[in-house]
């Protein structure tokens, strides 16, 4: 059974930086695309960012120049480095994935943001 695991949310201020995690585990063939979507509180999950397994990489506007996303293919791991964070990123944090075919979603990690 295909999982996905996302480490590194937490309580940040303004101006400061965290990075996620999302690991891939299972019986695992091929990853297509990796992406991170968030729900901010009372608001619809949106994209934030996503990667292809070619290395291409699409943002949402408002994270353009401080968000970057990469991954591991060896690791099966997509990594989100955020920095400069603002209070408006203040959402849970869901990593998604196409693995062989299906799509996965992971249980979701808290960034919060304070001013």
């Known amino acids: 059974q295909v999982r996905l695991v996302e480490t590194g949310g937490g309580l940040v201020q303004a101006g400061e930086s965290l990075r996620l995690s999302c690991a891939a585990s299972?019986?695992?063939?091929?990853?297509?695309?990796m992406a991170w979507h968030r729900q901010p509180p009372g608001k619809q999950r949106e994209l934030v960012a996503y990667?292809?397994?070619?290395?291409?990489?699409t943002y949402k506007d408002s994270v353009k120049g401080r968000f970057t996303i990469s991954r591991d293919n060896a690791k099966n791991t997509v990594y989100l480095q955020m920095n400069s964070l603002k209070p408006e990123d203040t959402a849970v944090y869901y990593c998604?994935?196409?693995?062989?075919?299906?799509?996965?979603w992971g249980q979701g990690t808290q960034v919060t943001v304070s001013s």
């Open positions: 990667i292809t397994s070619g290395g291409t990489t």
């Open positions: 998604y994935s196409i693995i062989d075919g299906r799509q996965y």
């Open positions: 299972g019986s695992i063939f091929s990853i297509n695309t």
